[in-house]
């Protein structure tokens, strides 16, 4: 009898935990991820989009595998924006921030030191359901996937909740009460380098953009639409900060500001936003 009840602790134990497991499988299944379906492709030159998902705000663009640094530029009305690109030959994901219209899209190899020559160009007309959609999927600056830490942290803090405010207010909260600014990478770190989302998690401290773009994976991947700022504070000072979309209000949060309990009196300028 004893050994009874025992096989069925054990069983009902078992089940609970495949039950667990299969909750959070279906949990990260839900987050947006971008892909090349190879639906829709266009290629001129060595330039190769994958425009399977413009409705959805993204492309995904590759270049012939060189041996050679490749740019990408991409512009619309009123918008130029440049990109670094691999050169080997694999797809990467680039947002269509800018919304509803028409993309041009360059691509330049590099021909010797820093001159680049133009090897592919390509028009596209976008035409998305909605135009939030692109903040909602992993991108260079914003960059993350279904196992990178703060999106599974974000999946436990945040599990059954349905109200983009609460979720909001939760990961901004977490990133209050548990990440420091740090001041040494401030003053040592190079130009031009992206944020670390994944440094800044185990460390548990980072830069304005590093902050920054780990709230935005936070809030992406439980379906709150979140934009990475980067512009000036003040007069001249490099700056990024979040910008989300919570029950259709913009919502403000500059982890920075929190951090160093800054007043956030100064003038916030924006540049470009990812």
């Known amino acids: 009898m004893f050994a009874e009840r025992k096989s069925k602790r054990i069983f009902t134990t078992c089940v609970v935990a495949v039950l667990a497991l299969c909750f959070a499988i279906l949990s990260l299944a839900e987050i947006k991820m971008p892909e090349a379906s190879g639906k829709s492709v266009v290629k001129k030159g060595d330039l190769v989009i994958d425009n399977s998902h413009m409705d959805q705000g993204y492309i995904m663009i590759k270049a012939t595998a060189s041996k050679k640094r490749y740019k ?46 133009a090897v592919g160009k390509a028009n596209l007309k976008v035409k998305m359901d909605d135009e939030l959609n692109c903040f909602l999927y992993p991108n260079q600056y914003v960059n993350y996937n279904e196992k990178t830490e703060c999106v599974v942290a974000a999946s436990e803090m945040c599990s059954g909740m349905t109200d983009q405010a609460e979720i909001f207010k939760t990961v901004c909260n977490y990133i209050k009460s548990n990440f420091v600014y740090d001041f040494i990478k401030s003053v040592t770190v190079g130009k031009g380098v992206l944020p670390d989302i994944d440094g800044c998690w185990s460390t548990k401290m980072g830069i304005c953009q590093d902050l920054s773009a780990m709230t935005c994976a936070m809030l992406r991947s439980q379906g709150v639409p979140a934009r990475l700022m980067i512009g000036t504070l003040g007069v001249n000072t490099y700056h990024a900060w979040v910008m989300a979309v919570v029950n259709g209000e913009e919502k403000f949060f500059d982890p920075t500001a929190e951090l160093n309990a800054s007043s956030k009196t100064d003038t916030y300028t924006t540049e470009r936003y990812y």
């Open 72 to 117: 990408v530029r991409i512009t619309t009305s009123g918008a130029k924006l440049n990109y670094d690109l691999n050169s080997k030959g694999e797809y990467e994901v680039f947002p269509l921030q800018f919304g509803n219209g028409k993309y041009e899209v360059g691509l330049y190899r590099q021909a010797s030191g820093t001159k680049y020559e």
